[in-house]
């Protein structure tokens, strides 16, 4: 069977399909950059003006203090629009978001990377984990859901979908950090371990990181095992599966053609859930006082510190872009319909 | 796998044994709804001779396709298979076997064709990959071989084999698609073939192929054969004999120049009657009065077409019609009973 059948996976076909992509991808990313600088600029009050000034006041010469705010910023204070934009655009090229209000001194990228650090572990980890649990169960909910298993199940999913996320870690904390104090109540490590690979430390990090996975994993599991639930009750329907049956296929690849076809969809909501991850989650960071991508945010805009916040959504942005990108090409592998390019 | 039960595979490989007879007897199918368990096939007797091609015709919702169904003992939930037992040569009851068992007879004893329009292959997989998989299912050692039969089959029904094994489902027509299915249905050697609608919603040329396939196939595999399908204009190409359905009971079965040129029961004559003609007057044909009985409103006892019958008597109300077998064909009706009585006593006279 060495025919070229069109619709094989071919390398260059995807190739180019990525390029499509990634162009698309970057004019995304220019767009909201665009928009973020806008924004900053046009804000009520001018904060990069306010700062240029606030500058002069305390004594600095114009010049002294344009070359301040810059910094700060990326852009000169003055001169018109268009010069602070390709300022702004050409210190982006160089991957320099500018320097933290908060923290003063310190680059943003600097903070950005140091706060991912806490928050992508977790959140993949929860992302994952309530993801191979969901569709687990959300299997034996469809193939049990005329029983008492399924409906349990099925029960668990809507329940846990419906509780906020804050109560779930809420009640996280109160009961194994205050009722039954087996877990830290928050912080991402203890203070008296060195950091650095050693046993210590890295239980020590786990032990913190067990409740907030755990609240995340709770958080999206319902989501998932609903989802995943319908999907195998549609395949269910779906003839293929009763005509492999009928040809006396082994129960194993049947359930394989059922999970397969079914899972299916999931993946673009696993890639984007993992594009949104650059966000943090604001709730479960706060609860926990994790010092992640979430928790910077909700910082940078209680001190109105506009470059961390410029640089913490464009770091959201190039994450939910490159996942859409990602699942795209991920369904292209997976999906032999897809990868021909829309047949009946 | 161990398990050696694919021993006529190597025991007598080519010898065209005979086709089997499949005998099915009383069987009654009921689907559970709100309103209690009610019947989709009530009493059915059925026997397909060996080698022969049977067509069941009926409306949507006459139990044909359940009738087919219970041929594979798969007949779904809500459904249950009540009574009655399917006897086929060589496996014995199929309504008794269970489990591994029973698995094991579907594909490779009895094969089963789907309708050509609805999706019986796995959309993510080539074709070839699912041949693989059944293969695997039913222990065939000689996957080579397999292969080379299916690409055989697949040139005899017209198609470049290698490359429909390497396509996926939607890089196929749907004439392509329905040829798959009934090389899928043959390629472990099955004698017993049911086809449901195997031509419903294809194009007529495409239709005309697939029924002259069925019968080309048919005959040069010694097989035995059943066709589902509410076109009588097919049957009449394909069957040997053929069997018409209403609410869930066998009410006409004969060979089938026979059924169709002398039809005997009024719901048979109705039927060929509403056939629009090629030539002369469309008017001509006539759709019979009335729609037919639901589960939910079939009769509880009494003839279940009576309603919609011309020849109704007092007894189609009260008592149900018996299937009488008279000259090779089989009719349940009081009415042609009647009629047929009359004719042979005048013959006597």
Redesign the interface.
């Known amino acids: 069977m060495t025919h070229a059948v069109p619709g094989r996976p071919r390398v260059g076909a995807i190739a180019r399909k990525a390029g499509g992509h990634l162009v698309r991808g970057l004019v995304m990313i220019w767009v909201v950059a665009t928009i973020s600088f806008v924004i900053i600029r046009e804000i009520p009050g001018n904060p990069v003006l306010g700062q240029y000034e606030s500058l002069i006041q305390k004594g600095m010469s114009p010049e002294q203090a344009e070359r301040a705010t810059a910094v700060l910023y990326g852009f000169l204070p003055t001169g018109n629009l268009w010069e602070q934009y390709v300022g702004y655009m050409g210190s982006l090229l160089h991957l320099d978001l500018g320097r933290s209000l908060s923290t003063p001194g310190v680059e943003v990228t600097t903070l950005i990377g140091h706060a991912a650090r806490w928050t992508v572990l977790p959140v993949l980890a929860g992302t994952l984990l309530s993801f191979l649990l969901g569709v687990t169960m959300g299997v034996y909910a469809a193939i049990k859901r005329s029983g008492k298993l399924g409906d349990m199940l099925a029960l668990s999913g809507s329940l846990l979908h419906g509780v906020p996320v804050y109560v779930i870690g809420l009640l996280m904390t109160a009961i194994f950090a205050t009722l039954w104090p087996i877990m830290p109540s928050g912080g991402p490590v203890d203070v008296e371990f060195v950091p650095g690979f050693n046993a210590g430390y890295i239980g020590s990090l786990i032990h913190h990181a067990v409740l907030p996975v755990v609240t995340y994993t709770l958080a999206s599991y319902g989501g998932w095992i609903l989802a995943m639930k319908s999907n195998v009750v549609a395949v269910l329907g779906d003839d293929f599966i009763l005509a492999a049956e009928l040809r006396g296929l082994k129960r194993g690849f049947v359930f394989r053609y059922l999970a397969r076809n079914a899972i299916l969809p999931l993946f673009t909501i696993l890639a984007l859930s993992i594009g949104m991850l650059f966000g943090g989650s604001i709730f479960i960071e706060q609860i926990f006082n994790y010092p992640g991508l979430g928790l910077l945010l909700v910082d940078s805009i209680s001190s109105r510190d506009y470059a961390l916040m410029g640089g913490t959504f464009l770091v959201i942005t190039v994450g939910i872009v490159v996942a859409n990108i990602v699942a795209d090409l991920l369904y292209t592998v997976i999906d032999p319909r897809v990868r021909s390019g829309g047949a009946a | 796998m161990t398990a050696h039960t694919a021993a006529h595979d190597t025991a007598a490989p080519e010898t065209p044994a005979a086709a089997p007879g499949v005998r099915i007897r009383d069987l009654t199918v009921v689907y559970k709804t709100p309103a209690g368990e009610l019947p989709a096939v009530r009493g059915v007797d059925l026997t397909l001779a060996p080698g022969t091609i049977t067509g069941v015709v009926g409306e949507s919702g006459s139990g044909k396709s359940t009738l087919a169904l219970s041929l594979?003992n798969?007949v779904?939930p809500p459904g249950r298979i009540a009574a009655g037992s399917v006897e086929i040569d060589g496996l014995g009851d199929v309504l008794t076997l269970r489990g591994e068992d029973l698995?094991?007879?579907?594909?490779?004893q009895v094969g089963?064709v789907?309708?050509a329009a609805?999706?019986?292959?796995?959309?993510?997989?080539?074709i070839?990959k699912q041949l693989l998989?059944?293969g695997?299912?039913?222990d065939v050692d000689d996957l080579r071989a397999l292969v080379r039969d299916a690409k055989d089959l697949l040139a005899r029904m017209g198609m470049d084999g290698?490359?429909v094994?390497?396509?996926?489902q939607?890089?196929l027509s749907g004439g392509m698609r329905q040829r798959v299915?009934i090389m899928?249905?043959l390629v472990l050697n099955a004698k017993v073939v049911v086809l449901d609608e195997p031509t419903t919603a294809l194009d007529m040329i495409t239709q005309a192929t697939i029924l002259r396939i069925i019968r080309e196939v048919h005959e040069e595999r010694a097989l035995t054969t059943l066709v589902i399908t509410h076109d009588v204009g097919a049957v009449a190409e394909v069957a040997d004999s053929l069997a018409v359905m209403y609410g869930g009971r066998v009410v006409e079965h004969g060979p089938v120049t026979e059924v169709l040129g002398d039809a005997r029961h009024p719901y048979t004559q109705g039927l060929i009657r509403a056939i629009p003609r090629l030539t002369g007057d469309l008017s001509l044909a006539r759709a019979l009065p009335g729609r037919p009985p639901t589960l939910g409103t079939l009769p509880g006892r009494g003839c279940v077409f009576r309603e919609r019958c011309e020849r109704r008597m007092e007894v189609c109300e009260t008592d149900e019609p018996m299937a009488v077998n008279r000259d090779g064909r089989t009719v349940a009706c009081h009415a042609a009973d009647r009629h047929l009585s009359l004719v042979k006593r005048k013959e006597f006279v």
């Open positions: 594979l798969a779904q698995r094991r007879a579907r594909g490779r089963y789907f309708q609805q999706n019986s292959l796995n959309p993510l997989k080539t070839g998989d059944l695997r299912s039913h290698a490359r094994l390497d396509s996926y939607h890089e299915g899928l249905a």
